[in-house]
């Protein structure tokens, strides 16, 4: 006999996300890691001219952006890019294979906030007169994989506590920003800065101003990341359809206009060549500039504290996303199926958290320990992040090429929203343009990348073996649509 009303199946997600949540969802996951790891990493490159690759890498963002809330509002569930992939080119394992390529963005871009929210930690000590020194790099490591597996715990207890979490943090990541701001314009107001810097190319690697632009811009790319990660948590969403095209485009526009005004700050706050310099202060970029430019205020002893906040936000949405794309690819039986395991009582993927965590301590310590052709450390930060944003970018093209095929495939299907014409053709290319190795990228980054995808294929075989043997079928999505809910 069956009953009148089934019991609710304890693996659904909740949907607890309205546009408040959304929108600080979004603009938290943008403004987290990205402007701190990252800033550093341009000035070195650009010198005044800062705030272009920002720019620059907005408009390619937000072009994607388009061809993303196009196929969100006419796809409303949560396997986001990976579905996309699938019903423009019905590949099983190119849609596997870009899946895992959004999973392992999410553990690269949450491992560079692990960094650099432990680089920030320590400068806050230092400057508070907790230590009398920067901390060596394994107690840095230590409190990155200490950082990493408390994240864990917090996602443990469920997307409704993790969201309620981003809250608190998003406003501590507007505040940290804020600071670099007003500290930015009090260096102006005093007379204490060059505005004429701001329109001046610094080419300190003679590589001329359309290859260290372009270079820079890539870099750039992996703080405009983060709406992506919002596609994922569509089924958690109350009514996408109708908040996804105004959310989105609004956390994107909040995101650089906040960048834009750090980017004045920093260039009015430190001279050519502290500019220069700036890269290899990896994740203290920001602090450095805080602590110069106020230097009379006690505000560089609060600022290290709220900028770990602001990095744990990141961190903590992309692992958010990764473990939920685990569980939904566990359940498609193109993963080993013990990773789509869930809490009874939280409905969280605890298999997926786990499983996640352990990739990310494994990337931070072998990123921390390698070495480049000289044989000198690599700069961990710097790395990390360009990984994160090769992988996207080569997720974006294809979804912006998924958009432009899914016109013509599926010209049935109900669309609230349209990108304008061609403009997922020229994204597509402007990703792909990105992505090569014109863009001074180390050649860790492309090995990094590979390995990940590496990992992938290996899983993805050796579960397709698994059920050929057991007659589970082959390692096939059997309902795309439910892949990340």
Known sequence: MTSAAAPTHPTELKRVMGPKLLLLFIVGDILGAGVYAVTGQIGGKVGGLVWLPFLLAFIVAAMTALSYLELVTKYPQ?????????KAFGIHFVTFLVAFAVVCSGIT?????????ADNLSGGLEINGVIDQPMGPGTITAIAMGFMILLAVINLRGVGESVKFNVVLTLVEVAALAIVIGVGFYAMAQGNSNVGELVTFRDYDDKGLFLAVTAATSIAFFAMVGFEDAVNMVEEVEN??????????SGLGIAVLLYMLVAISVVSVLTSDELKNIADAEGRALLDVVSKGAPDLPIDRIFPFLAVFAVANTALINMLMASRLLYGMARQNVLPRSLGAVLPGRQSPWAGIVFSTVLALGLIYYVTNSTNADGEPTNVVSNLSNVTALLLLCVFAIVNVACVVLRRKDPRAKTFFTSPGQLPVVAAALCLFLVGPWVDREPTVYTIAGGLMVIGVALWLVTYVINRATGVGDSDFEDIDSLGG
């Open 109 to 117: 871009s949450a491992s560079t906030s692990a960094k650099t929210l």
């Open 78 to 86: 949560a396997a986001g890019a990976a579905l996309y992939a699938h």
């Open 240 to 249: 996408p359809q109708k908040i996804f095209p105004k959310v989105m485009l």
